[in-house]
């Protein structure tokens, strides 16, 4: 069956000239189906360039807008549209408006992982793998406002030095891991290298070597001569470092490391809506412009 399915979405990607692009935390069979497997900035990078018609998004809904906004000439789908991103859905274009009317000098650094009103209403987006870099950007004298990721935003204020307000959001996948959790671990595998990504909280990213994007720990792995790890991501990337690194050894940091919103694309769904071109994303032309800009803005500093 699932063999038929694999043929199916092969042969339409050809009669359409579609690109099939997913994110690390796509289930397996899905990131080994598609053209373009990568964290956010490197699947924003491939959207903005790649000359294929259609655009089949294996991710949650932000990431599919974003390719909408940098590529708007392209018709993009998603297998699943109610594949959304809770932390996005913390913060709407309105609340953002009035919070920037209370800090009229301030500039706005928005994660990627945010509505396209919100970036349209932002200065900079970011990624988790060039967030240093964007906020190092701001001028010195400016105040930075963060959405939507306070924990993202804590780290970066501790890894820049930068005094940053940040709003209130968090992942429910990452922030659910704990502390304890990460000590239990390191007692079980004291050999172990701790990977977590900065959308963990900033007790667990204080127990961790490093903080990274999903990218940023597939290259940490690929350059260290460590050969064991344990990460604090979800679990879709193991299925990357496993493939890409079968002599290292990964310990997942948290039981049940999920993003449910991710694994709502299947096999299934993604053969749908190569047949029937439904779920498309759109971005209305004036917001789009104003997003663009601030997704163009990252794109030409990292
Ligand atoms: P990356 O940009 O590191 O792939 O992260 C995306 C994301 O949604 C993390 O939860
Ligand atoms: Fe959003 Fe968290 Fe899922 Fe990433 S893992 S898409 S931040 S809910």
């Not at 990337?237 to 496993?242: A, D």
Request: glycine share 4%; aromatic share 6%; hydrophobic share 40%.
């Amino acid at each position: 069956m699932s063999d038929n399915l694999v043929e199916f979405i092969k042969k339409r990607k050809e009669e359409l000239n579609a690109v099939i692009m997913a994110h690390f935390y796509q289930r397996p069979e899905i990131q080994d189906l598609a053209d373009m497997v990568g964290d956010s900035l490197q699947l924003a990078r491939y959207a903005a360039n790649t000359d294929a018609s259609v655009i089949v998004f294996c991710g949650v809904n932000f990431m599919a807008e974003s390719a909408k906004i940098l590529s708007p000439e392209k018709l993009v789908i998603m297998p699943e549209p109610e594949a959304g991103c809770p932390m996005a859905d913390m913060i709407t274009g309105e609340e953002l408006r009035e919070w920037k009317k209370a800090h009229p000098r301030a500039q706005v650094v928005c994660y990627v992982n945010s509505s396209a009103e919100v970036k349209a209403e932002s200065d900079i987006c970011c990624t988790s793998s060039n967030a240093i870099q964007v906020v190092n950007s701001i001028p010195s004298d400016c105040q930075i406002l963060f959405v939507p990721d306070q924990n993202l935003g804590h780290f970066l204020a501790r890894k820049t030095g930068r005094q940053i307000e940040c709003w209130p959001g968090y992942c429910p996948t990452h922030h659910n891991v704990t502390a304890e959790e990460i000590r239990e671990q390191k007692a079980r595998h004291p050999e172990a290298i701790v990977l977590v990504h900065p959308e963990c909280r900033p007790e667990v990213i204080d127990l961790a070597d490093e903080a990274l994007s999903t990218g940023g720990i597939l290259k940490y792995v690929e350059k260290s001569p460590a050969r064991e790890f344990i990460i604090g991501t979800e679990m879709g990337l193991l299925h990357q470092l496993q493939t890409r690194f079968p002599d290292k050894v990964f310990h997942i940091a948290h039981e049940e490391f999920i993003c449910p919103n991710m694994k709502l694309n299947t096999l299934e769904n993604l053969a749908r809506v190569m047949d029937t071109l439904e779920n498309r994303i759109e971005v209305p032309e004036d917001v789009r412009v104003r997003a663009y800009r601030s997704l163009e803005r990252m794109l030409n500093i990292s």
